[in-house]
């Protein structure tokens, strides 16, 4: 299956990804811990990124298809892949169909993982980050064991600028803005598979593999076909 993940920050893309991943044995991407770790290592790619991530904007679409077609490149696409971050407007979403085009495949679908505003701002805006580990955490689902503390190495818990519920609140609409035509391209392809994201991780796991086994029956090697 190759499959591409969609949905607002916070909407639990990422846990998902590597859930799904995991279940259904396909290597998996997302481009936003490419961008992370490439500034963590100080490249020259790292920094532009960071410039544009900072601000909360998107990484211009010719550096960000070139890391996926990298990628896609190296990894070889009959065996399938996971997606995670892209695309996030339309132009992304048309290289990767010519980009697959040219490798002889085709995308299997887009799941869209469903989360109202509201949610989003609840889960976000209550968000603690670790100012030394990166551990996360959220003041009502997942408190740390002491005050602002990680549990994991003891170091102080911040909110990210970012997380600010007025920040979240913008981040939510300029992602609602880039993707509902993303969504459009591919219901018009019939590609698209929406998903419930309210609840707990492994009721959304189910759901998306309940939907992906409606939509596609698996032959015995592992791969799938369109039912009907
Ligand atoms: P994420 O971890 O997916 O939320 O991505 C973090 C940041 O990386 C985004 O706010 C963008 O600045 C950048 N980024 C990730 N994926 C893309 C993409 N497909 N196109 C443009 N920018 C991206």
């Known amino acids: 299956m190759r499959l591409v993940f969609l949905g607002p920050p916070g909407a639990g893309k990422g846990t998902q990804v590597k859930i799904l991943s995991r279940i259904l044995g396909l290597p998996s991407m997302s481009t936003g ?9 100080g490249s020259e790619l790292g920094r532009l990124a960071q410039s544009y991530m900072e601000r909360g904007e998107l990484v211009p679409d010719d550096i960000v298809i070139k890391i996926v077609e990298k990628w896609l490149k190296e990894r070889g696409v009959r065996n399938g892949f996971i997606l995670d971050g892209y695309p996030r407007n339309v132009r992304q979403a048309r290289e990767l169909d010519e980009l697959l085009k040219d490798l002889g495949v085709e995308l299997t679908a887009a799941i869209y993982i469903d989360v109202p505003e509201d949610e989003i701002v609840r889960r976000l805006s209550g968000r603690l980050t670790c100012k030394s580990c990166g551990a996360v955490y959220h003041i009502a689902f997942n408190p740390p064991k002491e ?64 939907e992906l086994r409606g939509r596609f029956a698996k032959f015995s090697d592992g791969s799938f076909r369109a039912n009907g």
């Open 147 to 210: 005050d602002l503390k990680c549990n994991l190495c003891g170091s102080e818990l911040y909110q990210r600028e970012d997380d600010r519920e007025d920040v979240v609140r913008r981040r939510f609409h300029v992602y609602m803005e880039n993707t509902r035509p993303v969504l459009d391209y591919y219901r018009k392809a019939g590609k698209l598979l929406i998903v419930n994201g309210l609840g707990g991780i492994e009721e959304v796991s189910e759901r998306i593999l309940k």
């Open 33 to 41: 811990d490419v961008f992370r770790a490439e500034i963590a290592s």
